[in-house]
């Protein structure tokens, strides 16, 4: 070999991958939530760094800055925190005189590293290269190798730093970022992220919409594809928490759950108050849109600019509730000697009874057996409903504001002499505060004696406190559940509440389970035998609908006696979903959920703003042609009793959700089958 040969293979030797760079695989094979930092640059700006400086000169003129902002993102649930070095490469830098790019990489990786062993969470550290800022336009072979050149001396020195894995962000143009991810594939070993700003100006992308593009960077060799800063193609110059997720959305899509996608929105579109860019977006809002981007399939969210440690404090809610409460950071390896002794004791642990049949656990389970095993032929036949004696109706009813139960009772005895079966109590219904469902099911129980099915959540007890209420409120005769994992705190009313997510539904229905077989969580023998009739929730017009399944089959497995469907307006969807959990090993019976519309704001709403709902443009015409008041309760009526009629063959019941306290309606849509 020559000279030139051997130098040239020993500057294509890659180092190996960093323990972050395998953590970090580690985590993309496990599928889990994975919560990004949010703005370096927006935050040191905050702190009086002024824009006419670079703010990646802060890694040798404010350390103690930059390793600040680093600290607070990982209080603050941050798995992944980036380098300040986005625009730390000699063509982005030039117009500020600065050419020590080796060393404001060098610095700017072992802050982040400092930081992150300081936090002592296992945060990866993720080395930002942004665009050079001479990638517009047609690229020729003199300008290609110019980027090349300030790409390599800016990655190498990440590299040489031990940075863990590198994110090609905000980049424009596909051009140059196919330049600079094929550069970083040379050079690094580890894992590489590669995440589009999309603009108004369609040529910068070829004319490739979001779901091309996204095919593209996985083809071209990056671990995770995404969407950063801007989602201006069709909403232009917009990069805000709406914007960000439709690209997103149609990036999941076009890759499959495969390929990981991250998505990290700015804190709206900002606003010019004086002499600041200002963004307005506020936490609760990104609460929301995060909880958004991850029921669609997103894999992996964080902040663009704007953004401050609450804004991720929001994300990390939404991440624990969709990880039920797991830690990303891969656990330590058990020592074998170790692993045969806990095997051993789980060996040694008691031995399951036998479950008690659903014919003989509560009046509603045994209904619910009843119908199933006649009506529907376990779940292997058709039959319409003749009545009420061979129908389900729960209706939810949720306690008032404040200390006293006069108007939910008054409701639910409304209720009751209208021939419903049993009123559904959420638990804390949006995150917002309320008497415990707990208490109004004891006093519905005991002065109307009606059965409740309460719901159980995961946001606000630990394993403990969840123990504990399945004991305390089996004793008071609360035997009908609803476990859902539960939606994050409102971040608006009460900024200070923490998610506690120690499980999701599929634990907590595992638990449930080895009390209905007389087990404690730890496998032993305990004192009695529960009856629990527990339902779970499933949403059959999720967004990411393979998931959706995927985890519907394992809350079945878990111990899931019944489901219970979020509101659908449109046929096909749930004709979809009744078919697919008519096709399971082992199907079970269905509630058809039903929220009837009031007014054309109210659908409006609903389909704007509400997590997880979706209401058809021509419902939504329907509304609209009616607008509210009367008429608009009585069309609402008439939209949630046509789909009932569809599907009332194929169910063991429904289960209402009035809006606005428009209980009569509940009652309205289920006349024709003998109530009211």
Not at 316 to 342: H, K, L, N, Y
Not at 627 to 654: N, T, Y
């Amino acid at each position: 070999s020559t000279p030139n040969t051997l130098q040239f293979a020993k500057r294509m030797a890659a180092p190996a991958e960093t323990p972050g760079g395998i953590a970090f695989r580690e985590i993309i094979a496990s599928k889990k939530p994975v919560v990004f930092d949010g703005a370096m640059g927006t935050t040191l700006y905050e702190q009086g760094v002024l824009h006419t400086r670079a703010f990646e000169e802060c890694n040798l003129t404010a350390p103690g800055k930059v390793k600040a902002v680093h600290a607070a993102f990982i209080a603050n649930g941050a798995n992944v925190i980036e380098t300040n070095t986005f625009s730390a490469n000699k063509l982005a830098l030039h117009r500020y005189g600065l050419t020590n790019i080796a060393e404001l990489n060098r610095v700017g990786v072992e802050l982040a590293k400092e930081a992150a062993a300081e936090g002592g969470k296992g945060t990866i550290v993720a080395g930002a290269v942004g665009p050079s800022g001479e990638g517009t336009g047609f690229i020729d072979d003199d300008k290609a190798a110019e980027i090349e050149g300030a790409f390599r001396e800016q990655v190498e020195a990440m590299v040489a730093a031990g940075v863990d894995v590198i994110v090609l962000e905000t980049f424009q143009y596909l051009a140059e970022i196919r330049l600079a991810l094929s550069l970083v594939k040379k050079v690094f070993n580890g894992p590489v992220i590669a995440s589009m700003a999309f603009t108004d100006e369609p040529a910068a992308t070829n004319h490739y919409g979001p779901g091309k593009v996204a095919q593209l960077l996985k083809q071209w060799g990056a671990d995770v594809i995404g969407v950063n800063c801007g989602g201006g193609w069709g909403r232009v110059g917009e990069g805000g928490p709406a914007a960000i997720y439709d690209v997103a959305e149609e990036m999941v899509k076009a890759v499959g759950s495969g390929t990981p996608v991250v998505a990290c929105p700015n804190a709206g579109h900002p606003k010019r108050v004086g002499h600041r860019n200002i963004y307005l977006a506020t936490e609760e809002y990104f609460l929301v849109y995060a909880k958004r981007l991850f029921k669609s399939g997103v894999r992996m969210v964080g902040g663009c600019c704007g953004t401050k440690p609450e804004h991720i404090a929001s994300v990390a809610s939404a991440a624990r509730m969709f990880g039920g409460g797991d830690d990303i950071t891969p656990a330590p390896e058990v020592p074998a000697q170790e692993a045969t002794a806990s095997k051993k004791k789980k060996t040694e642990a008691g031995v399951a009874l036998p479950l008690i049949p659903l014919e003989d656990r509560t009046g509603l389970s045994a209904k619910v057996a009843r119908i199933w095993q006649g009506r529907l032929q376990g779940g292997k036949g058709k039959g319409s409903p003749t009545g009420p004696e061979d129908f389900v109706v729960s209706v939810e009813v949720n306690p008032s504001p404040g200390l006293s139960t006069d108007k939910p009772i008054a409701t639910a005895t409304m209720l009751r002499k209208a021939g419903v079966d049993v009123v559904n109590i959420a638990d804390g219904p949006r995150a917002t505060v309320r008497m415990s469902n707990t208490a109004l099911a004891e006093v519905v129980q005991r002065e109307l004696e009606m059965e409740t099915i309460v719901h159980v959540c995961c946001r606000d007890r630990n394993i403990l406190g969840l123990m504990s209420d399945l004991l305390g409120n089996y004793s008071r005769g609360l035997h009908n559940l609803v476990v859902i994992t539960g939606d994050p705190p409102k971040m608006g009313d009460f900024p200070k509440a923490t998610a506690v997510f120690d499980m999701d539904s599929v634990g907590l229905l595992k638990m449930i389970h080895g009390l209905n077989t007389g087990l404690d969580p730890a496998g032993n023998q305990f004192a009695g035998q529960a009856k629990y009739f527990c339902a779970t929730g499933a949403e059959p017009g999720a967004v990411d609908y393979e998931r959706e399944i995927r985890r519907l089959k394992e809350k079945i497995a878990a111990g899931a006696d019944m489901v219970m469907t979020q509101p659908v307006y449109d046929p096909s969807v749930m004709r979809k979903f009744l078919d697919d959990v008519a096709a399971f090993p082992k199907p079970v019976p269905v509630l058809l959920g039903l929220c009837p519309l009031v007014s054309s704001r109210n659908a409006e709403f609903l389909h704007n703003e509400v997590p997880g709902m979706s209401v058809p443009q021509n419902i939504r015409d329907r509304m609209a042609a009616v607008g509210g008041g009367p008429p608009g309760v009585a069309e609402g009526v008439a939209i949630a009793r046509e789909l009932l009629l569809q599907f009332q063959d194929e169910v063991v019941g429904c289960y209402v959700m009035p809006q606005l306290g428009k209980y009569e309606a509940a009652v309205e849509v289920v006349r024709h089958l003998g109530y009211g």
